[in-house]
């Protein structure tokens, strides 16, 4: 059985990584296939959060775009994602929890809000770190034999 009363800053993700809602969209492409995170935080130019984009977002985008495999479709692609910007993909509007928040508040933000992930800020308001609904899983069966 597990604690749900343990703190998030021992389940998180940390160090985060982040893009810039400046960056254009080829960044979030390189930083999805290159890593194995479907979530990341994006900072302003006053390294604030500001929002949050999902391989669900990339997706979106992705989805808009030509489906057709030839040179000319991919270098089509290509220019659209250099055009968009971090910014007009992401999700603005999100939950933050503290790094001393329990992985019980979480659960509970996670089944109200039916989000996926959460940004978890330091005491100074700085970005520590990122719970997500496959960590609390991870947490929860850790010790588990089944």
Do not use: C
Not at 49 to 74: C, N, P, R
Not at 106 to 118: C, P, S
């Amino acid at each position: 059985m597990f604690d749900k009363n343990t703190l998030l800053s021992e389940i998180m993700s940390s160090p985060v990584i982040t893009v810039r809602t400046q960056d254009n969209m080829t960044v979030v492409k390189d930083l999805f296939s290159q890593n194995n995170i479907h979530h990341i935080p994006v900072l302003d130019q006053q390294h604030q959060l500001a929002g949050i984009v999902s391989t669900s977002d990339y997706h979106k985008v992705l989805h808009s775009l030509t489906l057709f495999k030839s040179a000319q479709s991919e270098a089509y692609n290509q220019a659209v994602l250099k055009s968009l910007l971090v910014e007009d993909v992401m999700a603005r509007q999100l939950a933050t929890l503290n790094t001393n928040d329990t992985i019980a508040t979480a659960a509970a933000y996670f089944r109200e809000n039916l989000f996926h992930a959460i940004p978890i800020m330091d005491q100074n308001g700085k970005l520590a770190g990122i719970v997500t609904t496959f960590d609390l899983l991870s947490f929860a069966f850790k010790d588990s034999s089944a």
